[in-house]
T-cell receptor
Framework: GESVGLHLPTLSVQEGDNSIINCAYS??????FIWYKQESGKGPQFIID?????DKRQGQRVTVLLNKTVKHLSLQIAATQPGDSAVYFC????????FGTGTQLKVEL | KAGVTQTPRYLIKTRGQQVTLSCSPI?????VSWYQQTPGQGLQFLFE???????NKGNFPGRFSGRQFSNSRSEMNVSTLELGDSALYLC??????????????FGPGTRLTVL
């Protein structure tokens, strides 16, 4: 069946460092993946997406890497800032969105 | 352009009651999806409506139902509430094409507490 899981529930980083959040998925038929950020009291916010025919995509301070061989997805945040503190979800898209359990990113000053 | 709005933001009900939550999508969006978010289960898909028709459904019991109106506004209803229904209910709307690769925008959610 479909499942999307995250390796680490909590990640603490120093301000200015780079953050890497990982995600594993099981549905090899998924052809589209999304990263969301959810701040306290708010709904998830789209960060970046990637299609299965790509292995890397860059946005502003964020990069998503996709390794289809091992069914692994990662989100890299450059120069992490206090405003990046949130829960990050990966989601795979088949006929619906299936979300991972989420990783809490804490930025230490 | 206004974002996705959900009402009410907070709701307290007792077991056995029913509840109706409302969602107004971004103007022009025809797809509305509903999700349940709990600490234990995370974000789980409930159902999706497109042009007033349910086109996808998650693995929730029949107590959970929804509908969409001609103006794309959507409601979800939960009957015979159980303690385990306490959750944040999120609504999301999708771009005008309504395809799965269109970016989905989430509302702030309705926090439902069942006592």
């Amino acid at each position: 069946g479909e499942s999307v899981g995250l390796h680490l529930p909590t990640l603490s980083v120093q301000e200015g460092d780079n953050s890497i959040i990982n995600c594993a998925y099981s549905n090899s038929a998924s052809d589209y993946f999304i990263w969301y950020k959810q701040e306290s009291g708010k709904g998830p916010q789209f960060i970046i997406d990637i299609r299965s025919n790509m292995d890397k995509r860059q946005g502003q301070r964020v990069t998503v890497l996709l390794n289809k061989t091992v069914k692994h997805l990662s989100l890299q945040i450059a120069a992490t800032q206090p405003g990046d503190s949130a829960v990050y979800f990966c989601a795979e898209v088949s006929n619906k969105l299936t979300f991972g359990t989420g990783t809490q990113l804490k930025v230490e000053l | 352009k206004a974002g996705v709005t959900q009402t009410p933001r907070y709701l307290i009900k007792t077991r056995g009651q029913q509840v109706t939550l409302s969602c107004s999508p971004i103007s022009g969006h025809r797809s509305v999806s509903w999700y349940q978010q709990t600490p234990g289960q995370g974000l789980q898909f409930l159902f999706e409506y497109f042009s007033e028709t349910q086109r996808n459904k998650g693995n929730f019991p029949g107590r959970f139902s929804g509908r969409q109106f001609s103006n794309s506004r959507s409601e979800m209803n939960v009957s015979t509430l159980e303690l385990g229904d306490s959750a944040l209910y999120l609504c999301a709307s999708r771009g005008t094409g309504g395809t799965l690769t269109d970016t989905q925008y989430f509302g702030p959610g309705t926090r439902l507490t069942v006592l």
